[in-house]
């Protein structure tokens, strides 16, 4: 399945006030050109009382995204099988005026990325430098603000403007 051209997010789970989302697996889907996430799982606030349970990206691809290619924000692993980014590739992300990471885990638990790729984040596929948008975003995968229990590993980061890998906070956004 494809999801192209969207204006803002090609596929979005997103949980409420004391919600859970649970058991789904996203596998082998395309999202390209979207203006804003790739693929996302939000919660609506931090400190955030939504939680995810096996939750799987598993073979996706996030191409030429504004933002992030891959997000979870605001959410609440269940346990240690929470969230998981597998064998999935985030490329070209970044690409609108607030940028961002190839992958990104803001705010979140129990998030864990493995056998990934992160590549030409902040990237102009035109050219192949730079697109000059909030480079210091331009991450391939991090680990942002108030992330705790995840994990990145056998993962393959390259070609992105800024940090492979980040972990911690290195952005100049404040939290509001």
């Keep these: 399945m494809q999801y192209s051209r969207s204006g803002g997010i090609g596929l979005n789970l997103a949980a409420n006030s004391s919600n859970t989302i649970s058991n789904i697996t996203v ?21 955030s009382n939504e939680t995810a349970s096996n939750i799987r990206f598993v073979n996706d691809t996030a191409n030429l995204t504004g933002g992030q290619g891959f997000a979870v924000v605001q959410i609440n692993g269940a346990s240690a099988n929470g969230i998981t980014i597998t064998g ?9 005026s607030s940028g961002g990471p190839g992958m990104e885990v ?27 948008i909030d480079s ?36 100049c956004r404040e939290r509001v």
Excluded: K
């Excluded at 082998?28 to 804003?36: E, K, V, Y």
């Excluded at 999935?88 to 609108?96: D, E, I, K, L, V």
């Excluded at 035109?126 to 000059?132: A, D, E, R």
């Design 27 to 47: 596998q082998n889907i395309l999202s390209t050109g979207q203006g804003n996430l790739g693929f996302a799982v939000q919660g609506t606030e931090y400190p």
């Design 88 to 96: 999935s590739t985030a490329t070209y992300a970044g690409q609108n």
């Design 136 to 171: 210091g975003d331009a991450w391939g995968i991090m680990l942002d603000d108030y992330t705790t229990h995840s994990s990145v590993s056998r993962c393959y980061v390259h070609n992105n403007v800024s940090v492979g890998i980040q972990i911690g906070r290195a952005s």
């Design 106 to 132: 803001y705010e979140a638990s129990y998030v864990n990325i493995t056998d990934s790729t992160s590549a030409y984040t902040g990237i102009n596929p035109n050219t192949g430098v730079s697109n000059g």
